[in-house]
């Protein structure tokens, strides 16, 4: 089965930066997501990594170690609309997604 | 392009009704997903639909079910309604044909079981 596991909450002033950590074993891998999902919205995607290394999109950047079974997310320049549940997710040898339990990034004035 | 719509938004059902819920993916895609999600577990992979056939299955009993229409419109079954299955229900669509990292979400059905 798959196992993903990121910390629960992490809490940062505005204009920090802020990475969060997953951890996974799975059957099969196929690529580390990361979504975005603010309290009582729906989760919107943020990035993939299919390969090791670091991807970058703005102020967001994600990075891939295949080898250690590890990515993470990289928040900069936080802004107070950050405040939300971050999820990694992996895509298995069935091609589906299978999610961690998400961290709250709650970002203070 | 539209997004992804999910009907109702919110339902309030009894012990041992059964409910259905309804997907509507962004136009184009032919692959739905669905999703449990509560404050103690988490996204819970429910089943992909992929051009009307179930691709993949998660670990629920079998009161949930699912189906997908040849217009990639896809609905949900939950019978016998548990107290546990309160939860928010999350569709989602993508347009690989074989699986997406990327995928598009509904705004969810807010499920209340009393």
């Known amino acids: 089965g798959q196992s993903l596991e990121q910390p629960s909450e992490v809490t940062a002033v505005e204009g920090a930066i802020v990475q969060i950590n997953c951890t996974y074993q799975?059957?099969?891998?196929?690529?580390l997501s990361w979504y975005q999902q603010h309290d009582g919205g729906a989760p919107t995607f943020l990035s993939y990594?299919?390969?090791?290394g670091l991807e970058e999109t703005g102020r967001f950047s994600s990075f891939l170690s295949r080898s250690d079974s590890y990515g993470y997310l990289l928040l900069q320049e936080l802004q107070m609309k950050d405040s939300a549940s971050y999820f990694c997710?992996?895509?298995?040898?069935?091609?589906?997604?299978?999610f961690g339990a998400g961290t709250t990034v709650t970002v203070r004035a | 392009k539209a997004g992804v719509t999910q009907t109702p938004r919110y339902l309030i059902k009894t012990r041992g009704q059964q409910v259905t819920l309804s997907c509507s993916p962004i136009?184009?895609?032919?692959?739905v997903s669905w999703y449990q999600q509560t404050p103690g577990q988490g996204l819970q992979f429910l089943f992909e639909?992929?051009?009307?056939?179930?691709?993949n299955k998660g670990n629920f009993p079998g009161r949930f079910s699912g189906r997908q229409f040849s217009n990639s419109r896809s609905e949900m079954n939950v019978s016998t309604l548990e107290l546990g299955d309160s939860a928010l229900y999350l569709c989602?669509?993508?347009?690989?044909?074989?699986?997406?990292?990327?995928?598009?979400f509904g705004p969810g059905t807010r499920l209340t079981v009393t």
């Open positions: 989602a669509s993508s347009s690989a044909e074989k699986g997406s990292y990327e995928q598009y």
């Open positions: 799975t059957s099969g891998f196929y690529g």
């Open positions: 990594n299919a390969l090791d």
């Open positions: 997710a992996v895509r298995d040898n069935d091609y589906k997604l299978s």
């Open positions: 136009s184009g895609h032919r692959s």
């Open positions: 639909y992929f051009s009307e056939t179930q691709r």
